[in-house]
C-alpha cells in the first residue's frame, strides 16, 4: 500500500469514528447520566424525588432498580412502558456491561445499562435526543504523518502482567497486559504496555501533548496482531478517550508504564467541549 494509500484509509477511518459519533443511539455524546446504586431501591425518574434524576422529558417515576448482593432486578412503574433489549423485562436479575450480551432498557427516548466498575456497581443512562448529538460539527486532528507509522518490536508477557488501573470516576480495576512493544523515536527507545483487543492490541497512552492540543487523560490506540515479533503503530489513528466527550464517562486511565515523555503530534486532539 503506497504512503497516500495509508493517508486516505486513515482519513476513511477517521470520517467512519466521526459518522458513529453523530449517528449511535448509544454514542458518548448521547449519555445524560451516571449513578451509583445503592443497596435497597434506586428509584428513577424525572422526579427531583427520585434516588436517581433523569432529564425533564423522562417519565415523573419510570421505575425502580433493587440492588441486593451483588445483584440488579428492575421494575417499571405502573403505566410506564419499559422494554429490555427490545422485549419484556425480565424476571431476573439485570446482565451488566461486563457480560457478553449486557440487557439495554429502554423508556421512551433514554436507554439504560447496569455497569461494574470496580467495587461498584452503577447506572448508565443515554437520551438519544440529546442536544450534543444534533450539535456536533466534527472532531479535531493533526493532519496526517506518514513518520508516525513506526515498526515497533512486541514482546509477550508469560502469560500476562496484572495491573491496577484507576478510572476517571476513582474506581480501580485489574487489567492483564499480555506484552509490551518498544520503538525508536529521536534516538531513543519507548515502551508501551498493551492489552488484548481479539483481533489486535490496544494501547492506552499519554504523552507531551496532554492538556497542550490533546485530551488531558491521555489517548487510545489499537493496533493489528503482531507478526514475527513485530507489529505496525499508527498514531495517526490515536483518539480521545470518552471522557473527552462527556462527564458520564469511566474511562480507565493510562498506566503510569505508558506515559511517553515525548509528544505525539499525531491522531486526535482536543475536542471543542473537552472539559
Known amino acids: ?19 458513529r459519533l453523530r449517528t449511535n443511539e448509544r454514542s458518548w455524546l448521547g449519555l445524560a447520566g451516571l449513578f451509583w446504586l445503592k443497596d435497597g431501591d434506586n428509584s428513577f ?14 417519565p415523573n417515576r419510570a421505575g425502580v432498580f433493587h440492588f441486593e448482593k451483588g445483584a440488579v432486578t428492575v421494575t417499571a ?34 436507554i439504560l445499562v447496569v455497569l461494574i466498575r470496580g467495587e461498584s456497581m452503577l447506572v448508565r443512562v443515554w437520551d438519544v435526543n440529546h442536544p450534543a448529538r444534533a450539535e456536533f460539527q466534527g472532531l479535531n486532528f493533526y493532519p496526517y504523518k506518514p513518520e508516525y507509522r513506526v515498526v515497533a518490536k512486541y514482546e509477550g508477557y508469560a502469560p500476562f502482567k496484572l495491573v ?22 529521536d534516538g531513543r527507545q519507548q515502551r508501551l504496555d498493551v492489552e488484548d483487543a481479539g483481533d489486535g492490541l490496544f494501547v492506552a497512552f499519554r504523552d507531551a501533548t496532554n492538556s497542550k492540543k490533546t485530551y488531558p487523560g491521555g489517548r487510545y490506540m489499537l493496533t493489528g496482531k503482531p507478526e514475527n515479533g513485530q507489529v505496525l503503530i499508527d498514531f495517526n489513528k490515536a483518539y480521545n478517550m470518552p471522557c473527552a ?22 491522531g486526535e486532539q482536543i475536542y471543542k467541549d473537552d472539559h
Open 1 to 19: 500500500m503506497a504512503t497516500d494509500e495509508h493517508e486516505l484509509a486513515v482519513l476513511k477511518w477517521r470520517e467512519e469514528r466521526m459518522e
Open 45 to 58: 425518574g424525572s422526579d427531583p424525588a427520585c434516588s436517581f434524576v433523569l432529564p425533564a422529558s423522562a
Open 164 to 185: 491496577s488501573q484507576k478510572d476517571i470516576i476513582g474506581e480501580v480495576s485489574d487489567f492483564k497486559m499480555i506484552g509490551y512493544v518498544t520503538f525508536q523515536w
Open 77 to 110: 412503574e405502573s403505566g410506564v412502558e419499559m422494554t429490555c433489549n427490545g422485549d419484556s423485562l425480565p424476571s431476573r436479575a439485570l446482565l451488566d456491561d461486563q457480560q457478553e450480551h449486557p440487557d439495554f432498557l429502554r423508556v421512551g427516548s433514554f
Open 245 to 266: 466527550y462527556t462527564l458520564y464517562a469511566t474511562c480507565t486511565l493510562p498506566p503510569m508504564e505508558n506515559r511517553l515523555s515525548i509528544p505525539i503530534e499525531a
